[in-house]
């Protein structure tokens, strides 16, 4: 993709007229010396590790302004409470029960899931630095009271052998329907798996893009630093922000394009108004929205245009209480919200 290695844009400007849905997240994995990884330790380890996360929090963080929890239920449900950070815990966490959760705005530490600490940040901008920048500080305080399982040679030893060395995720989460439309999803797809800095995956890791959305995760983390990877994924990620800004800019100059749009959008409107058994049509039903709200951002509707949104509004409440879209509607309401919320308050 030859995008991908232009130059001569800054990430400030890029980002300053960035209209796009996009999340992302900082993680670190650490571990406590001498104790089984969460995944091979009994109900005893466990619960002592538990135990000793809650003296912790009690002693450091309460005054702090921290919160902490009991996680419980299914992924779904634990990922709708919209008081704590939902991003990290509907992408990673796949079984709550048993978890906590320590948390105060967007910083927090999962306790007991893959590994013993699952320190991270979260948030809705490329400032990924600041996010970093939180995660080491409660990496930090925990490193005061507890000892971690290190090596001199390998770095910090996580359950996966996959985050061993740094043990730090870069999770970016991308809404990019206009070059999707233009090249297609399988071409795009393509191209950003041909780049060796990062993994590509759909939205919470899953195998299949559903509703234009790309979730990209740096590849390395051992031989390289912190800060390098954190450098590499906001120059990746910059590049296809802007690739995904020009596209739009062509649509919103082209009249023939803006009419392609609508009438596929005008298509699919018609289709779910009148079929809810979407179950087999999973995917395009997310395409649907994904290219409704697209629409929206660009200021490509207008009330001449025929669309109902009251139908849609419909068809949102509808897929909310669905339980073969549950799972990816978790994901991608909580990246959409902003931009549902203002479509179906225009109805």
Known sequence: MRFLGRKGFSVSSVLSRNNLALQTAVLVSRNLEGFPFPNSANPIWQEDVKTQSKLFFQKRLLRKGFQLIELGGETETVAQNKNIPRFVLSRFLSEPAGKLLIFKNNWGILVNHQDHFKIFGEGRSLGLMQLWSGVKKIDNW?????????????????ASPFYTGTGMVVLIRLHLPAISLLYGVEQVSQWLKEKEEFLLTGVNGEREIIGHVF??????????????????????????????????????????????????????NEEFSHDFELDLRKKDFFNFLSLWILAYQEGIFSGKKGFDKLKLKTIVDWSKIDSSLRKEYVGLEDLWEEWLGRIVSDV
């Open 142 to 158: 925990l490193e005061q009271e507890f000892t971690y399982a290190f090596d001199q040679r390998f770095g910090y030893l996580t």
């Open 215 to 268: 979730e990209l995760s740096n590849r390395y983390t051992l031989g390289v630093s912190e800060s390098q990877t954190l450098q590499t994924m906001k120059k990746m990620v910059t590049y296809i922000v802007e690739w995904e800004k020009q596209v739009r800019q062509s649509l919103v100059q082209s009249p023939l394009r803006q009419n392609g749009l609508l009438e596929k959008i005008a298509q699919m």
